[in-house]
Every structure is written in structure tokens, then in C-alpha cells.
């Protein structure tokens, strides 16, 4: 199980997707503050055939509106208990444990985490949720943790390239394209399950 095995990407909002803070108006319209190179990942991922999706316990139109705008097609919004859907993703997929990754941030992740077979905890999240991770990102939620982990798949898989394709681009029509820097191994931190 390992980085190179992932088809899926099952991701938090709160803590994951955003830093965890929640701005009320006093009218009571809920606004989220997105990174902008966490979605970018997540459509790298999508791009090269790697499945996202996005499961929080609240509904959020600000969630449904960028993942739709990002391509992601598996939203899932107001699940308290978040591991159904995980199974239940898994399931009509087609998917075993070794092929889903799930990043979370707090305590409520830990049943999604240990459901999947490869959990990723954000930097800031709680300890009770890394000790059950196979990977802490080095950046916190909302802060580029789903990109971080976007790219180590991608580079794992020999589809950085691929990615970078795009933006490289090529000489001219008929020219060998120009090869791409090679990138360094990824370091993957580790932490030891308990």
C-alpha cells in the first residue's frame, strides 16, 4: 500500500480544504476561504485519472460550487459520520482500501481514516488523528496539504510529467518536445503507526 496504489482522493472541507475558520455574517450566510493551489491539485489529480472526492459533515453551496467548477463529481455534504461514504464510494467504484487515500484534520476523521489504506493527517491536525496516519503533510489545512499530497501521488506515479506537460508545452509542430527538469524524489515524511 503505498502512494503509487491511489485511484481515490477522499478529502475534508473544514480543517482540509480550509484553515477551520467559519465566517458568519449577521445574517447567518456562511463564507469559506479556499486555497487556491489545493483545488489546482485536486483537478492535476482528476486530469490524469485519479478520482477526488469531498466529504464533510456540513453543507457548504461555496463547496458545491468549486468542486463543481474543479471537476470534482463526488461531493458529498452533511455527513456526520463519514465513514458510510467512504465504504459506500469504495463499494460502487470498485475500489479496495489500498487504493483510497483520506486526508482529514480532527478527531471525526478517524473512523474515514482507518477505513482507507492509505490516511493522511494535515500538519495542524489533532494528534489523535495523526497517530492513526501513515502521512502528516508538512503544510496546514487550507494552506496547500491537499496540494502537497496531490503532487507526492502524481510524482509516485510517474504522472508529474504528465502534468507538467501542459504548462511546458512544446517547440513546434514536428520538434522532439523539450524534456522536463527532472524532479527530485518526493520526500515522503513518515510517521509510525501506533
Known amino acids: 500500500m503505498g502512494l503509487k496504489d491511489i485511484r ?21 450566510v456562511e463564507t469559506k476561504h479556499f486555497n487556491v493551489r489545493d483545488w489546482t491539485g485536486i483537478a492535476f489529480l482528476e486530469r490524469v485519472g485519479i478520482r477526488t472526492a469531498v466529504v464533510s459533515g456540513r453543507a457548504s453551496k461555496a463547496v ?9 463529481t463526488e461531493v458529498h455534504l452533511g455527513a456526520k459520520d463519514k465513514l458510510p461514504v467512504v465504504r459506500e464510494l469504495m463499494q460502487r467504484l470498485g475500489l479496495g482500501p489500498e487504493e483510497v487515500a483520506f486526508i ?22 489533532h494528534e489523535e488523528l495523526k497517530a492513526c496516519c501513515g502521512l502528516v503533510t508538512k503544510s496546514p489545512g487550507g494552506k496547500g496539504a491537499v496540494r ?18 501542459r504548462y511546458l508545452g512544446t517547440e513546434s509542430p514536428g520538434k522532439p518536445e523539450p524534456s522536463p527538469r527532472p524532479m527530485p524524489p518526493p ?6 503507526r501506533e
Request: hydrophobic residues 45%.
Open 8 to 28: 481515490l482522493v477522499i478529502m475534508d472541507v473544514d480543517g482540509v480544504l480550509t484553515d477551520g475558520t467559519l465566517s458568519l455574517s449577521d445574517d447567518g
Open 64 to 72: 458545491e460550487m468549486r468542486a463543481r467548477e474543479t471537476g470534482v
Open 104 to 125: 482529514g484534520d480532527d478527531v471525526l476523521d478517524i473512523p474515514a481514516a482507518r477505513g482507507v489504506g492509505f490516511p493522511v493527517a494535515v500538519a495542524d491536525a
Open 148 to 165: 502537497e499530497l496531490a503532487e507526492l501521488i502524481l510524482v509516485a506515479q510517474d504522472k508529474w510529467g504528465v502534468v507538467m506537460k
Open 187 to 192: 520526500e515522503v515524511p513518515s510517521r509510525k
